[in-house]
Nanobody, 123 residues
Framework: HVQLVESGGGSVEAGGSLKLSCTAS????????MGWYRQAPGKEREGVAV???????NYADSAKGRFTISKDNAKHTLYLQMNSLQPADTAMYYC??????????????????WGQGTQVTVS
């Protein structure tokens, strides 16, 4: 079965950087859309960034100019480089992959595979 495993979270001071990784098993990350979502305590899950099979990316307004989503197909790994982190970025970050039949999705509903999450705390 498809497995997504995130890593790279941690605690940083405001203004710092982190790079999240998501390694996929039994999923060809080069063929379909993948994304990063986050959920802060007491809040709904929200999209952070999505990258399509063509390499084009979309970002939430809160992430534009600070975060960069990328992928290495050979390593089966999705990344999220986060710079200029702020306390408002504190959340559990989840990697997501598009379901079969939704390869070109840019919407959360099309992502059927999810990782367990990695915690990011900014103080």
């Amino acid at each position: 079965h498809v497995q997504l495993v995130e890593s790279g979270g941690g605690s940083v001071e405001a203004g710092g950087s982190l790079k999240l990784s998501c390694t996929a098993s039994k999923y060809r990350i080069g063929t379909c859309a993948m994304g990063w979502y986050r959920q802060a305590p007491g809040k709904e899950r929200e999209g952070v960034a999505v990258i399509g099979s063509d390499g084009r990316s979309n970002y939430a307004d809160s992430a534009k100019g600070r975060f960069t989503i990328s992928k290495d197909n050979a390593k089966h790994t999705l990344y999220l480089q986060m710079n200029s982190l702020q306390p408002a970025d504190t959340a559990m970050y989840y990697c997501a992959a598009a379901s079969i039949g939704y390869c070109y999705t840019r919407r959360e509903a099309g992502f059927g595979y999810w990782g367990q999450g990695t915690q990011v705390t900014v103080s």
